[in-house]
Structures are given as C-alpha cells and as structure tokens.
C-alpha cells in the first residue's frame, strides 16, 4: 500500500505559481497512479490532474495550459506545477491512489491560498 504526504501550499498573488510535492513511501509507487484532488470550502472534492504509471498525463479542463503534473519515481514523489493562479484555484489539494481515493482515505493535504 501506498503512503501519501502533501507539501508546497502556501499563499500567492493571481497570476503566481506554486509546485506541489506528495511523497510516497511504499515499493509499488513506481506502478501506481496519482492523482491530485482539491477542495474548496462548501465544494466538493474535485480531480485536478492524473499521472499514470507510464508517464501519461489527463487535466480537468480548468486547469489545462498552467498545471503540470510530473513524477520522479527515483523520490517516489509526484509533483504538481501550478501556472497563472487564479483566485478560484485557491483550494486544499490532495494526492492520491485511485485506490485510496475509493477507500475514501485522505491525507491532511496542503492548502493553496490564491489572492486577487
């Protein structure tokens, strides 16, 4: 089983970008999906972006062209690089497994505060 940790929140200016870090622990990372997920106060839980075990790469729409999702699967960490902040990405952002995702386990994720 994969164990997640979210890092790299913090506050920035419209426009700003941040890169969001989870790190893994776990022999299979390197075979595992990760998604990124975030919430925003009276919202509900919404993916943001896929990475899959062979490098491919899917967006919700309201991202494409200013977040990037990588992996670097010698630190077992998936990075999420996040371009042209909006105010409406301010949000707390989540990695996960498709797995845990279902199991509804969540870590304490990190939270993304954007200002306009």
Known sequence: QVQLVESGGGLVQAGGSLRLSCAASGSIFSRS???????????????????????????VDSVKGRFTISRDNAK??????MNSLKAEDTAVYYCNTPFGALSNNWGQGTQVTVSS
């Open 76 to 81: 077992n960490t998936v990075y999420l690089q």
């Open 33 to 59: 999906a990760i998604f990124w997920y975030r919430q925003a106060p009276g919202n509900q839980r919404e993916l943001v972006a896929r990475i899959y075990s062979d490098g491919s790469t899917s967006y």
